[in-house]
């Protein structure tokens, strides 16, 4: 797995063929049952990686690896039922499906976006594709991309996050554009409310071994 890990390090997030093209065989290996395992049991013994880790509305985001050099992340996504807000992402990023579904639409670009809104009084614009992601499904987007997830509960999907590209990205809510994840240092009371327990990364490891995800609970 160290040689998986290391490889990633050496990313090219700038050209989006190159990284989804390395991310697709290092999510193989990493989602396999006993590496996934393994990573799952550095979440409970590495104090600085469950203090990245977070429980949102929308489901919980672990935080397997973190390479604070180069500025990037494994992730672990454990959904619930729900559908997001149309969004994009300060950095860009490529994720596999490891159990359940979504039905994911992509709107286009920041840029495309907020210019359809603009000229049509804020009303957004139909999605430009409409897929869905079942198990297998595996994709990279940037960080210009607009997209929004229609969640079935317990989806689960291991994300290869790069490193932050913008200070800042946006969300699309009431109709308007609000800003998101600043590059301001967040407060401590936002941090203190989605910070995850070690019993709740036990709870997500339960379900994961339920699921088949990983070999065996002893993490």
Same mark, same amino acid.
């Given at each position: ?20 093209? =390395? ?29 990245? /880790? ?15 050099v180069n500025h ?20 860009p990023f490529h ?18 976006? =907020? ?71 967040? /407060? ?9 327990? /070690? ?16 070999? /065996?609970?002893?993490?």
């Amino acid at each position: 797995m160290d040689r998986v890990l290391n490889g990633l390090s050496r990313l090219d997030w700038e050209s989006m063929e190159h990284a989804e093209k =390395r991310c697709r065989g290092a999510v193989e290996e990493l989602s396999r049952p006993g590496a996934l395992r393994e990573l799952l049991a550095g979440v409970l013994s590495d104090r600085r990686l469950l203090g990245l /880790s977070e429980r949102h509305a929308w489901g919980d985001r672990l935080v397997l690896f973190d390479d604070p050099v180069n500025h990037w992340r494994v992730r672990l996504h454990r959904f619930e039922d729900q559908v997001d807000d149309p969004h994009s992402h300060q950095w860009p990023f490529h994720t596999r499906i490891l159990h359940g579904s979504y039905r994911h639409l992509l709107y286009g670009t920041e840029r495309s976006v =907020r210019l359809a809104m603009e000229s049509n009084g804020g009303v957004l614009p139909p999605p430009s594709l409409v897929r869905t992601e079942a198990v297998g499904s595996s994709y990279a987007i940037d960080d210009q991309m607009v997209h929004v997830v229609d969640t079935e509960l317990d989806t689960v999907s291991i994300v290869i996050q790069g490193p932050r590209l913008k200070n800042r990205a946006f969300r699309i809510r009431n109709g308007g554009i609000v800003s998101q994840e600043g590059g301001t240092r967040p /407060s401590l009371a936002s941090i203190r409310a989605v910070r995850t327990s /070690s019993d709740r990364v036990g709870e997500v490891a339960e379900l994961a071994h339920r699921l088949g995800l990983i070999d /065996s609970l002893r993490i």
